[in-house]
């Protein structure tokens, strides 16, 4: 069984607050107006592939899902005391030390 730790819960959450849908998607000019493709997932890092909620062919295509990003900030919020209890300053510096190493950790 895999030990659940901050370091790891801060990895995934971070992973899915910064995804950037360009790692997914790619938006091409085309003759008759802009081609959206989708990317290879080859070689797609951990943390990127975390932020993933659903891949899967359509009708209409290939609809790539990404986890909710807003809920992932409140969740990395509450994680790191940014919101305090009532009478409790809010640490923002908390929470922007805790996001910077987890990025670190996580760079490609």
């Known amino acids: 069984m895999t030990k659940i ?4 819960l801060l990895d995934v959450l971070s992973a899915v607050a910064f995804a950037d849908f360009t790692d997914y998607v790619h938006i091409d000019p085309g003759e ?6 989708v990317n290879t997932t080859e070689g797609l890092s951990r943390p990127k592939r975390l932020a993933v909620a ?4 359509g009708t209409r ?4 899902k990404l986890y909710d990003r807003l809920k992932a900030v409140e969740m990395l919020a509450r994680f790191t005391g940014l919101f305090a209890d009532k009478g409790e300053e809010p640490s923002l510096d908390a929470l ?4 910077e190493e ?3 950790d996580n760079a490609d």
């Open 61 to 64: 295509g290939i609809e790539v």
């Open 5 to 8: 730790t901050d370091k790891k």
């Open 54 to 57: 659903a891949i899967k062919a």
């Open 32 to 37: 008759n107006g802009p081609v959206l493709t």
């Open 102 to 104: 987890a990025e670190g």
């Open 96 to 99: 922007m030390a805790a996001l």
